[in-house]
């Protein structure tokens, strides 16, 4: 499924590229966020899918 990969690779680049960035006092409230919603993509696919 190329969504899933496609989502699974937006959960990387979140995860590695986007949340090393925020500043140490805004770490957990948005990168928390940011985390779980990039996450959902891929599981809600997985989960229509099956």
């Known amino acids: 499924m190329e969504c899933w ?3 699974t690779e937006l ?3 979140v995860s590695k590229g986007i ?3 925020f500043p140490p006092d805004e770490k957990f ?3 928390n966020q940011l985390r ?3 996450r ?3 599981d809600n ?3 229509g899918y099956g």
Do not use: P
Request: charged content about 30%; cysteine-free.
């Open 45 to 47: 696919i997985s989960e």
């Open 40 to 42: 959902s993509v891929s």
């Open 11 to 13: 959960r990387r680049y």
């Open 29 to 31: 409230a948005l990168t």
């Open 19 to 21: 949340l090393s960035k």
């Open 36 to 38: 779980r919603s990039s």
């Open 5 to 7: 990969k496609a989502a």
